[in-house]
C-alpha cells in the first residue's frame, strides 16, 4: 500500500444537524429513520428541548469527565426511547409501511447496499419508521480483504450520513412512484447511535428484532415478516 500523506480527520466522523451525530470511521451504527410528518413538529420539538435542557443541566454540574459522559449516554437514550415510542403509538396516514409490499420493496433495496456500502447486520421496517443495524468496516478494506491506506480511504470512505442520503434518496423515488404519490417522503433528520461494544450491540439487535412485537403489531416477533439478522 502506499504511503500515508492525508491525515485521518480529512474524512467525516461528526457532524451536526438538529442534534450532534459521532461516527467514527469504519464503525458500526444503529439508525431509525421515518417517513416525513410521522410525527408533527411540535412533538418533535418538544422531545429535543427537553434533550437539549437535559445535556445543558449535566454540562453544569461538577461531575467528573466520564460521569457526566454517562449520563449523557443515559439522556440520549431517553431521549430515542421517548422518540420511538411516539412513532410505534402513532396512528395516521402517515404509516405507508402497513402495505406489505411497500416494505418488500424497502427491505431489498437496504439489501442492495450490503457489502458495498455497509455490511447489513438488521432491520426492522415498522409502519413509519425503520431502524438498521450496521456496520462499516467493510469500507477498510479492498476486495481482497487488504486494509486501505489514508490516500485509498480519503477518496473512497462513505460516512455514514451520505450513506443515509443514499438510502433515503433512491427509496423516496421509488416508494413514492409505487403509492402514486409526490413530496418528500422520508424526514430529513435521522437518529443514530455508534454502537460501542459486543453488548451494546446484543442489546439493539434485541430492540430491533422485538420492536413490533413491543408495538403490538404481532404476538411473537419471530413473525413478523420485515425484519432481518445477518
Not at 444503529?30 to 416525513?36: E, L
Not at 433528520?189 to 461494544?197: E, Q
Request: glycine residues 4%; positive net charge.
Amino acid at each position: 500500500m502506499g504511503g500515508h500523506t492525508l491525515p485521518m480527520n480529512t474524512l467525516e466522523t461528526f457532524y451536526k444537524s438538529r442534534l450532534p451525530h459521532y461516527t467514527p470511521i469504519g464503525g458500526t451504527f444503529f439508525v431509525t429513520f421515518r417517513i416525513h410528518n410521522a410525527l408533527p413538529l411540535s412533538v418533535m420539538q418538544a422531545l429535543q428541548w427537553e434533550y437539549q435542557r437535559e445535556i445543558e443541566r449535566i454540562r453544569k454540574t461538577s461531575l467528573g469527565a466520564q460521569a457526566r459522559r454517562a449520563l449523557i449516554a443515559k439522556a440520549r437514550y431517553a431521549y430515542f426511547k421517548q422518540y420511538d415510542d411516539r412513532l410505534d403509538n402513532r396512528k395516521s396516514d402517515r404509516c405507508f409501511f402497513s402495505d406489505p409490499a411497500l416494505c418488500a420493496s424497502l427491505a431489498d433495496h437496504l439489501h442492495t447496499f450490503d457489502d458495498d456500502l455497509y455490511e447489513l447486520k438488521a432491520y426492522c421496517i415498522m409502519p413509519n419508521h425503520a431502524h438498521l443495524l450496521l456496520s462499516l468496516g467493510n469500507q477498510l478494506a479492498d476486495h481482497h480483504h487488504f486494509l486501505l491506506d489514508e490516500d485509498e480511504l480519503v477518496s473512497s470512505y462513505q460516512p455514514l450520513h451520505r450513506i443515509m442520503q443514499r438510502v433515503k434518496g433512491a427509496s423516496a423515488r421509488f416508494l413514492n412512484q409505487e403509492l402514486g404519490r409526490t413530496g418528500t417522503f422520508w424526514q430529513k433528520d435521522s437518529y443514530d447511535h455508534y454502537v460501542r461494544n459486543a453488548k451494546a450491540y446484543e442489546n439493539i439487535l434485541y430492540y430491533i428484532l422485538r420492536n413490533p412485537e413491543k408495538a403490538g403489531l404481532v404476538g411473537d416477533w419471530r413473525n413478523y415478516r420485515f425484519t432481518y439478522h445477518a
